[in-house]
């Protein structure tokens, strides 16, 4: 069992930077996949970045915010972070942590999932 608490939402203006973490639970976290995903008000949740257990450059993103964003963890603190950069009124979302026991960053089934942070970005 692993649970998630996001934290780092806020209102930012366009052109805004935001870092959201993400503190997981439990001793096996550097077993997990962690990714990033968000819904937007009467929108679906969508991928937005993950990264491998091992981290380093083992990640991925989704079109939507590839260069504006970095994901990252340190598995000594069991933390996961996601960089957004050059923030867009569209990126306004719920942003939600997720886990999974599955090494592939590619795919969207997650196990596990935090209640969402909001991101809000002004025009």
């Known amino acids: 069992q692993v649970q998630l608490v996001e934290s780092g939402g806020g209102l930012v203006q366009a052109g805004g930077s935001l870092r959201l973490s993400c503190a997981a639970s439990?001793?096996?976290?550097?077993?997990?996949?962690m990714g990033w995903f968000r819904q937007a008000p009467g929108k679906e949740r969508e991928f937005v970045a993950a990264?491998?257990?091992?981290?380093?450059?083992?990640?991925y993103y989704a079109d939507s915010l590839k260069g504006r964003s970095a994901i990252s963890r340190d598995n000594a603190k069991n933390t996961v972070s996601l960089q957004m950069n050059s923030l867009k009124p569209e990126d306004t979302a719920v942003y939600y942590c997720a886990a999974r026991f599955n090494p592939a960053v590619t795919g969207t089934a997650y196990d596990y999932w935090g209640q969402g942070t909001q991101v809000t970005v002004s025009s």
């Open positions: 990264i491998s257990p091992w981290g380093g450059d083992s990640t």
């Open positions: 439990g001793r096996t976290f550097n077993r997990y996949t």
